[in-house]
C-alpha cells in the first residue's frame, strides 16, 4: 500500500465491539490493528489506559495512553479528549499527543499527533507521511445496556473503582443488592454508583 502524505496529525476512526455481556469493552480499529482497551473509562474517570496497540509505519506499537482531563458522567457526541501517548517497539517508542472526539452510536475518532518523529527522535516515522494500512468505517456498536443479573455485596465497606484495579469512585457502605452488567477478569460491571464502575467479586455473592 502507497504511504499516505499526512502533514500535521494521522487520524483513525474506531468501533466500540462487545463479544458478549461478560465481556469488557475493547475498542478498536476495523482492520484490527489498532486496540485500546476500555477506551470508554476515560468518560467515567479513569484517566491512564495501558495495552494500548497500534501501527505507526510498518511496526507494531504497543504502550500506554495518559489523560489530564477526563469526563466523570459519561461521553456523549461531540466531546473531545486530549491527552499523551507514549508507544514502544523495541528500543524505538513514538510519543505525541492524542485528540478522541466522541461520535454518534458511540463511535469515538482517534488522532494521534507525533511530536518525536524522524530517525534521529526514537521514532523512525517521516516527518511528513507515514503509513496506515486502513481507514475503518464506524459502525453502530453492540452495547450491553440491561443487567445481566444482580449481586449482594456482603461486608461492606466495599470500593467501586472506574476500572479494574483504577481510581475509587464511591464505595458502597451497606449490604446492598447491585445490578451487574458483565464482568472483566474477576471485575464485575454495576452501576450503583450512579455511573458504571467495577467491582471485585470478592466482595460480592450471586
Not at 494500548?52 to 457526541?77: E, H, K, L, M, Q
Request: charged share 10%.
Amino acid at each position: 500500500m502507497r504511504l499516505k502524505l499526512i502533514t500535521a496529525v494521522a487520524a483513525i476512526g474506531f468501533i466500540l465491539g462487545v463479544a458478549n455481556s461478560s465481556s469488557a469493552a475493547t475498542w478498536r480499529s476495523q482492520s484490527g490493528k489498532t486496540v485500546i482497551p476500555n477506551l470508554d473509562s476515560i468518560c467515567w474517570g479513569n484517566d491512564t489506559i495501558d495495552s494500548v496497540r497500534t501501527v505507526f509505519g510498518s511496526g507494531s506499537y504497543t504502550g500506554s495512553i495518559f489523560f489530564d482531563y477526563v469526563r466523570t458522567r459519561g461521553c456523549v457526541p461531540g466531546d473531545t479528549i486530549v491527552g499523551n501517548f507514549t508507544l514502544y517497539n523495541a528500543s524505538n517508542h513514538c510519543s505525541g499527543l492524542i485528540t478522541v472526539n466522541w461520535r454518534r452510536n458511540n463511535n469515538a475518532y482517534i488522532q494521534w499527533d507525533i511530536t518525536n518523529r524522524g530517525s534521529n527522535s526514537g521514532c523512525p516515522v517521516s516527518t511528513t507521511h507515514w503509513e496506515i494500512n486502513t481507514y475503518p468505517v464506524a459502525q453502530k456498536p453492540t452495547l450491553v445496556t440491561s443487567p445481566t443479573g444482580a449481586a449482594i455485596v456482603f461486608a461492606p465497606p466495599s470500593n467501586v473503582r472506574a476500572t479494574p484495579n483504577g481510581a475509587i469512585i464511591c464505595s458502597v457502605r451497606s449490604v446492598t443488592t447491585i445490578d451487574i452488567y458483565g464482568s472483566i477478569n474477576g471485575w464485575y460491571k454495576t452501576d450503583v454508583c450512579g455511573s458504571m464502575g467495577y467491582i471485585h467479586h470478592s466482595q460480592i455473592r450471586f
